[in-house]
């Protein structure tokens, strides 16, 4: 049975990304502030949930050292902690960089840095980080640049640890939805065509595919889950 973290499980995502994990008979370690959204999980004796402050570094390093003690061996890391923040060139202020840069990119940052360490170790893990559609297309950017900024890092990350698990079994992922089709969006974007966004549950397909055996050839992928948004 593969172990693996979710970060952000509680979203709109998590909570459905988690769902599939379980469904496929892996043992989910779940991060987040709250748990409302997993009552589904809470009596699967292959599911666990901690609040932990994603910001704190030495909190994430714990938490990274304990699971590793208690399991052996964590396979792999989906960061879907983070958040969304508006904004163009003209009033975005340093002060929203930072905010975002923390929500966006530390959140992952923390965790990704040691458990990618004991993946090389084990030759053997997958991280997959959560991108974002203007850093690909930035004429799609000038409303979000602190967002679409702190996105364009994970992008970053991802290749500077493909390059050094280059010849090994570790990858790190890189997945791009379009606008996904949740309840506060569409509160948000009423007119827009939702049959067009992308569903939860096939973000959730594709995370499943990398970290199955069936992604076992896959190296320094960026995959666009956009459907026709």
């Given amino acids: 049975m593969k172990t693996i973290i979710i970060t952000g499980a509680n979203g709109n995502l998590g909570a459905v990304t988690v769902k599939k994990f379980i469904e496929n008979d892996y043992r989910v370690i779940a991060v987040a502030r709250s748990g409302s959204e997993l009552g589904f999980a809470k009596d699967n004796k292959n599911f ?71 993946m090389l170790q084990n030759d ?9 559609k203007p850093v690909i297309q930035p004429e799609h950017a000038k409303n979000s640049v602190a967002y679409t900024l702190s996105k364009s ?26 606008t996904i089709d949740t309840a506060p969006n569409r509160e948000s974007m009423p007119n827009a065509d939702w ?10 397909d594709v ?3 990398i970290c199955s055996d069936k992604g076992l050839s896959l190296r320094e992928p960026v995959y666009k889950v956009y459907n026709d948004a």
Avoid: C
Avoid at 195 to 204: C, D, G, M
């Fill in 48 to 118: 666990e949930l901690h609040q932990l402050d994603l910001a704190d570094e030495s909190a994430s390093l714990l938490f990274i050292k304990e699971a590793i003690s208690l399991y052996g061996s964590i396979e792999a890391g989906l960061f879907l902690a983070g958040g969304f923040g508006m904004g163009n060139i003209e009033n975005t202020t340093g002060d929203d960089l930072k905010k975002m840069f923390t929500l966006n990119f530390q959140t992952a940052y923390h965790i990704s840095r040691m458990l990618f360490q004991h």
């Fill in 195 to 204: 049959s067009k966004w992308v569903k939860s549950e096939q973000v959730a």
């Fill in 153 to 178: 890092l994970l992008f970053n990350l991802a290749n500077i640890l493909n390059a050094e698990a280059k010849g090994k079994n570790v990858t790190a992922s890189v997945v791009v939805p379009s």
């Fill in 207 to 209: 995370l499943e595919f």
């Fill in 124 to 132: 053997y893990g997958r991280l997959i980080f959560i991108g974002a």
